[in-house]
């Protein structure tokens, strides 16, 4: 199956820091990778949409100045947390569609933990 | 608007059988996919339907009625590890539509 892997699995940063985390697909091309983030106990929030040469697509109530998305080659997409609050403090999942036999399947990052202090 | 409901919460017995019920309301319908997730992982695919009828895999089964706005989750010979978070997925309209998830418990 296809393997996405994100960097780091967890950080810890202070207040006013930026914080970048990378979503890799391991063994296949995405020129589209998604961005969620999912609070305690609440289902996954789409944040944007990585594509791979061009600006990212974001949710409404995103702010695209503060969570920077860049979509560079077609195994990478980094998203930047700009100066993080503790607000932000959640999980961070990334996924990249892959054709299956009849569908295109989600493959998840194993997902980042930001606890800002 | 696009809306997709499950039960927040269901608890079964270890070894008994347990319907994890979805209901979707969305402008379009290319599949629907059910993800298991336990605490803290990411969610890992499970099943995918897009033509009516039950899709059969190992202990899994999933359902789906497209007239109905409708899919279940069957998972049988419940096992400690089912412990989880398993969502509800829509493909509408090139976008992946999420449920909240149904918290699953299962205690021995």
């Known amino acids: 199956g296809a393997v996405v892997s994100q960097h780091p699995s967890r950080v810890i940063c202070k207040s006013g820091t930026s914080v970048k985390i990378e979503c890799r697909s391991l063994?296949?091309?995405?020129?589209?990778m998604f961005w969620y983030r999912q609070f305690p106990k609440q289902s996954l929030m789409l944040m944007a949409t990585s594509n791979e040469g061009s600006k990212a697509t974001y949710e409404q109530g995103v702010e695209k100045d503060k969570f920077l998305i860049n979509h560079a080659s077609l195994t990478l997409s980094t998203l930047t947390v700009t100066s993080a609050h503790p607000e932000d403090s959640s999980f961070y999942i990334c996924s990249a569609p892959h054709r299956q036999d009849t569908h295109n399947e989600q493959f998840f990052g194993p997902g980042t933990r930001l606890t800002v202090l | 608007g696009q809306n997709i409901d499950q039960p927040t919460e269901m608890t079964a017995t270890e070894g008994a059988i347990v319907q994890i019920n979805c209901t979707y309301q969305?402008?379009?319908?290319?599949?629907l996919f059910w993800y298991q997730q336990h605490a803290g992982e990411a969610p890992t695919f499970l099943s995918y339907n897009v033509l009516d009828g039950l899709e059969e895999k190992g202990r899994f089964s999933s359902f789906l009625s497209r007239s109905k706005g409708y899919s279940y989750l069957l998972l049988k010979e419940l096992q400690m590890k089912d412990s989880a978070s398993y969502l509800c997925?829509?493909?509408?309209?090139?976008?992946?539509?999420w449920g909240a998830g149904t918290k699953l418990i299962i205690k021995p």
């Open positions: 997925a829509v493909y509408s309209n090139y976008q992946l539509i």
């Open positions: 969305t402008s379009g319908f290319n599949g």
């Open positions: 063994d296949f091309q995405a020129t589209t």
